[in-house]
């Protein structure tokens, strides 16, 4: 157990549902990452937050998705009118800004499979 | 971030080191190597890292070249509980600090 939890851990959809995913990362740490994984690839960044601010977003982030991070604790990631393309692992992971961060800590994921 | 280049699998007795390659011939003298694993329907775990020296923590060791052009992780004693999908990742210290996954090296430890 990393410290970093992550819920559901399982969800299953139908196209065109909306899903939403919340990660409690470890309660020191101001920076938190979402990370979509597909299976037989490593795992791809989303986007990050530096306490409440979302400060980069990758160009895998389209409009049906959408990070908030409204406290600079938890975070939820929504995805609107899923796609049976969005069938992935959503990893969150978390760390520490300042000195020597290198080290992320990452929850164990929520699966999601649209149908 | 500089690119890496790692084996897409390898095979290791278990009780015997495992030497995990990587090559990243284009990293840049700010940039530090990092070890991540994933362990089946887990998250990536922080191994070890390092800038260019040598070292060595209680799960694993990092050797990097001088010219830093690759490195090679060691788990001295692989046991079954080893075999996962072991990641080389580099990157600079600026801000913001994400972490790019390539497709990693499945290292199967067989008993």
């Known amino acids: 157990d990393t410290g970093v939890s992550q819920d559901p851990r399982h969800k299953i959809t139908k196209r065109g549902q909306n899903v939403t995913f919340r990660c409690d990362p470890i309660s020191e740490h101001n920076r938190l990452y979402w990370y979509r994984q597909t299976l037989g690839q490593g795992p791809e960044f989303l986007t990050y937050?530096?306490?409440?601010?979302?400060?980069?977003k990758s160009r895998l982030l389209s409009d049906r998705f959408s990070a908030e991070r409204p406290k600079g604790s938890f975070s939820t990631l929504e995805i609107q009118r899923t796609e049976q393309g969005d069938s992935a692992m959503y990893l969150c992971?978390?760390?520490?800004?300042?000195?020597?961060?290198?080290?992320?800590?990452f929850g164990e994921g929520s699966r999601l499979t649209v149908l | 971030d500089a690119k890496t280049t790692q084996p897409p699998s390898m095979d290791c007795a278990e009780g015997r080191a495992a030497n995990l390659p990587c090559n990243h011939s284009t990293i840049s003298g700010n940039e530090y190597v990092y070890w991540y694993r994933q362990i089946h329907s887990q998250g990536p775990q922080y191994i070890i890292h390092g800038l260019k020296n040598n070292e060595t923590n209680e799960m694993a060791s990092l050797i990097i070249t001088e010219d830093r052009k690759s490195s090679t992780l060691i788990l001295p004693h692989a046991t079954l509980r080893d075999t996962a999908v072991y990641y080389c990742i580099v990157r600079a210290l600026e801000y913001g600090n994400k972490l790019v996954f390539g497709a990693g090296t499945i290292l199967r430890v067989k008993s």
């Open positions: 937050f530096q306490n409440e601010a979302q400060l980069e």
């Open positions: 992971a978390s760390g520490r800004s300042g000195g020597h961060t290198g080290e992320l800590f």
